[in-house]
């Protein structure tokens, strides 16, 4: 065990936002945990700290819940199995209560069942009273113990109001049954029907909720589907299928045409073209042969080829996706843990607000007073349940980022799908960003008595001990003229200037017109020549040996075929766009003229792009930092959103707040879509259950009655309550429908 770990559970038995509360609560007290979250649209917890399965569900179980661990695909698949259950038994409890109650209703409002007064009348509806209480148990049970439960912990949640709604109309009706002269005739009804009804329009409005909630999580179920179950694997030379589970590290694994890959490694022997669509979302095959990184999941095209297994089981890339994607489906925004602030205090609101209800009708209402009391508190405490409350936001949430996920964006928690919304400039590094990342040498000027072999030789030998983009640029050129290279000796990198180090016995400087300045190194009218370079797009490099210049070096990135029309779709967007880099003025502002950045920042040493971006917020703009280097791990962190390519380092990916699977700026686009379309897909849930509660509760309580004589009957209150959180779902879901407006 460890501070990081975590578990997941499935909780059963929460019924509204109030819950969840309670649910949060008891996990965040138990001992070892560091954060608790409950997500109320998938009835899970992910649960982080120094922690056990066991403790946790104890923890769960003492709140008066129940609790199971979500540790592997079996138990996945089990939390389907009880669920699916649990919707056939909400349809059955929803027919059976149906069943009593509409024959009782159309009996009622017909007059074929003899009032409480006449002969044979109470015995009708003492055997109506049975009945009733039979249905009330079989289809309305859960509801009482939760409420009961709720009760001996001082608590009170949906249950607690959907129990004392219907269990007062029915010891109500009870006992008129039994004593009609207890009030007077005008209020001598029997509300048996409503409180049957009211229970199954619930249970169905359950069920429906239930169905629909299930297509949230089908962007998880997708990715789960994309795991084989077996692999074929070699050993002491012969090919053997075992499950996937038996897989070890350092396997020889045969792949054949059209085959998903098992896990990730490295190939061997063979070469294909591989499907990464479900990793990147871009539907063309990438080419692959020995050497090449493959990613279980993935699928083979026709070749066939051998792999080693490098990452296994949880480790793999697929397995980190679907952890990722099923956290950051659990978390919170900040607009989600202000309604979940709120419903914790709804319900007991509900019940004072009921109290208040009753007591006015009471001393104020017409006659029959208990009538009007009855109705309108009954109907206030079944129209106020919280539930569409409590799904609005997580439900939303869930779905926008799968249909991220969808298209090779990872989202890391709900804050960072929150804020990209609101955001109003994007940085862009440019290396590997904005440009393909793989530069290449485009121009050498030899200077003095240097030939071109001669300097691509000193600056190769040079930059072979570099791991800087460009040095593998003159190290590729280097290794294409087959040219012999240096020792070196001294060698020694100086972040935002270049390298130096002692070639072949001579002191040899490469990098910018700063460093030769520097070092009193005279240029001469070189300098022309690197201004008109820079002109163009490219990065010379200047090559001084024994204090001399010995030439320039040009280097071009290519600007990916993508980039302008993705910043094209940033300013559609209302986006400023800022491009960051180390480079020098002259060259950034001529890539920044090709692709239509807004501003430029130039000659930005690695150690300082988190300073300019904190700069910009200052000026009160919300900023995305979007890199894939080492060095922009700060400015990424400290953007109010960092976006990694996916193809750049782990460092950066690990310190931004989303992930591009694929290397296109049409992902930046993409994720700020997705997230303007679920913020606004939570407002509107978010608004529809408000006001659904805002106008609802006083119509209950019996607000238009003195003007228009109108008051609300207790049964269209549970209708409208269950169809309300279907409501919400069905909502959430049209996320499903969305399409990016970018390549």
Not at 347 to 375: D, H, Q, R, Y
Request: proline residues 4%; contains cysteine; charged residues 20%.
């Amino acid at each position: 065990m460890n501070a990081t770990n975590k578990i997941r559970l499935s909780i059963s038995g929460m019924s509204c936002a109030g819950c969840v509360a309670s649910v949060e609560k008891a996990l965040n007290e138990a001992p070892g945990v560091s954060h608790a979250v409950v997500n109320f649209a998938e009835h899970t917890a992910m649960v982080e700290g120094d922690i056990n399965g066991p403790d946790l569900i104890d923890a769960v179980v003492k709140a008066g819940y129940e609790a199971a661990e979500l540790a592997s695909e079996e138990a996945e698949q089990e939390k389907e199995a009880v669920e699916l259950a649990y919707y056939r038994q909400l349809i059955r409890k929803t027919l059976v209560a149906a069943a009593v109650g509409i024959p009782l209703f159309i009996g009622g409002m017909s007059g074929l069942f003899p009032a409480l007064g006449e002969a044979y009348g109470q015995l009708v509806w003492l055997l109506a009273a049975a009945a009733t209480l039979g249905v009330m148990i079989y289809s309305g049970g859960h509801f009482y113990t939760s409420a009961w439960n709720a009760f001996l912990r001082h608590d009170a949640n949906m249950d607690t109001l959907i129990a004392l709604g219907t269990g007062t109309a029915w010891v109500y009706s009870t006992i008129i049954s039994i004593h009609p002269a207890l009030v007077p005739v005008m209020a001598q009804h029997v509300y048996f029907e409503a409180a049957v009804i009211i229970i199954a329009l619930i249970n169905f409005g359950s069920a429906l909720e239930m169905k629909a909630r299930g297509k949230t999580s089908e962007a998880i179920k997708r990715l789960i589907g994309l795991q084989p179950k077996v692999a074929l694997v070699v050993r002491d030379g012969k090919e053997k299928e075992i499950p996937i589970s038996e897989v070890g590290l350092g396997e020889t694994i045969r792949v054949r045409p059209g085959e998903r890959i098992p896990v990730d490694g490295i190939i061997i022997t063979g070469q294909s073209n591989i499907d990464e669509s479900m990793l990147s979302g871009e539907p063309v095959p990438v080419s692959k042969s020995k050497d090449d990184e493959v990613i279980g999941g993935t699928i083979n095209g026709n070749g066939s080829f051998l792999f080693q297994s490098k990452r296994i089981g949880k480790d793999t890339v697929l397995a980190q996706i679907i952890e990722m994607v099923r956290q950051a489906q659990s978390s919170k925004p900040a607009i989600g843990r202000l309604v979940d602030q709120i419903a914790a205090v709804f319900v007991p609101s509900v019940l004072i607000i009921a109290v208040i209800t009753f007591l006015v009708w009471f001393n104020v209402g017409p006659e029959p007073k208990v009538s009007f009391m009855l109705v309108t508190t009954m109907t206030v405490l079944i129209i106020a349940c919280p539930c569409a409350l409590g799904l609005a936001t997580p439900i939303s949430i869930m779905v926008g980022i799968g249909k991220a996920a969808e298209y090779g964006i990872l989202i890391r928690n709900g804050d960072a799908l929150q804020e990209a919304g609101r955001l109003t400039t994007i940085v862009l590094d440019k290396t590997g960003t904005i440009t393909e990342g793989k530069p290449a040498v485009t121009k050498i000027i030899p200077a003095g008595d240097y030939s071109k072999h001669q300097v691509l030789q000193y600056a190769a030998s040079l930059e072979a001990s570099s791991e800087h983009p460009l040095a593998q640029a003159i190290l590729n050129a280097a290794n294409k003229h087959s040219l012999e290279l240096f020792e070196v000796a001294g060698f020694k990198a100086m972040t935002g200037y270049g390298v130096e180090g002692n070639v072949d016995g001579k002191r040899t400087l490469l990098g910018n017109a700063r460093l030769l300045a520097q070092n009193k190194i005279a240029t001469g009218t070189i300098l022309d020549q690197m201004t008109s370079l820079s002109g163009k797009g490219q990065t010379p490099m200047m090559l001084a040996v024994d204090d001399k210049l010995a030439g320039v070096i040009a280097v071009s990135d290519p600007v990916k075929s993508d980039s302008a029309a993705a910043i094209k779709q940033f300013h559609k967007l209302g986006l400023k766009v800022v491009m960051l880099t180390g480079d020098n003025r002259v060259t950034a502002n001529a890539v920044a003229k090709q692709i239509g950045v807004d501003e430029v920042m130039a000659e930005v040493l690695p150690r300082d792009k988190d300073e300019k971006v904190a700069e910009l917020q200052k000026k009160g703009e919300v900023v995305a930092m979007v890199g894939d280097g080492i060095n922009d791990a700060p400015a990424l962190a400290r953007a109010d959103v960092g976006f990694a390519i996916g193809s750049g380092t782990d460092v950066a990916i690990e310190s931004a707040d989303i992930t591009l699977m694929r290397g296109s700026l049409f992902g930046v686009a993409d994720a700020i879509g997705i997230s303007r379309a679920t913020v606004k897909n939570i407002k509107q849930n978010l608004f529809g259950a408000f006001i659904y509660n805002s106008l609802g509760i006083p119509v209950a309580a019996g607000i238009l009655y003195p003007f228009m004589g109108l008051l609300l009957n207790p049964m269209i209150a549970g209708a409208a309550m269950a169809m309300s959180s279907v409501t919400v779902v069905t909502n959430a879901n049209r996320l499903r429908l969305y399409r990016t407006k970018g390549k």
